[in-house]
């Protein structure tokens, strides 16, 4: 997902003001955050990955060589770049083993996988989804695809389709749909607004929730 700056990292990480988007929600699950354009999934990560690093959990990053999220993006957002463990993989296919060997470690409390088009095979799932639930992990991974697309696999316990949307006063409204959820069913979205600066910058201002 290799995006300007100006398509990137939304500002301050989305609020978290429903239980079942933060991070306790979604731990010991494999989750899908999925989206044409990727810069609202993106946002949607970073606010997760702002969250666990305010309660003290590593977050582990896993991205193909090809890929790569705008670091000042990320810093101005709140996150901590030098406790970010980034793993830059030569290929997209190497994502899932390289975040397997993360989740293996037990070291992390959220570990992201920037799977973009690529697929992940259901063996691969099942043995980090069970190291997810194991070590009471998040597994995270970002996808490039439309809703109507399906997701990686019938392992995923909650995948949510991230959506943003330019208005002709230069804001942005980012969109979280849950299109699968085992636990409650697809029925919360969530939205914000985003104001995108001269300077190519994102901020998100929460517009409410729904």
């Known amino acids: 997902m290799k995006l300007s700056a ?10 978290v003001k429903r239980a079942e988007w933060r991070l306790a929600e979604i731990a010991r699950r494999l989750v899908e955050i999925s989206g044409s354009g990727a810069a609202a999934s993106l946002t949607l990560a970073f606010g997760l990955v702002l969250e666990a690093q305010q309660q003290g959990e590593p977050v582990g990053w896993v991205t193909p060589s090809h890929s790569f999220f705008y670091p000042p993006d990320a810093a101005r957002g709140g996150v901590d770049l030098a406790a970010l463990v980034i793993v830059r993989v030569p290929e997209a296919q190497a994502v899932p083993r ?43 991974c970002l996808t490039e695809k439309e809703s109507r697309e399906p997701s990686l696999g019938s392992l995923v316990s909650l995948r949510v389709q991230a959506r943003r949307v330019k208005n002709s006063e230069g804001q942005f409204t980012c969109e979280l749909r849950v299109l699968k959820d085992k636990r409650h069913g697809p029925t919360w979205s969530q939205t914000e607004v985003c104001y995108g600066p001269l300077d190519g910058e994102l901020t998100v201002e929460p517009a409410g929730l729904r």
């Not at 697929?119 to 009471?136: G, K, S």
């Open 98 to 140: 390289a975040g397997e060997k993360l989740l293996r470690s037990g070291a992390f409390g959220l570990v992201v996988l920037d799977v973009g088009a690529g697929e992940i095979p259901t063996p691969l799932q099942a043995r980090m989804a069970a190291l997810a639930q194991q070590h009471h992990a998040a597994l995270v």
């Open 6 to 15: 100006a398509e990137n990292f939304a500002g301050p990480a989305i609020s």
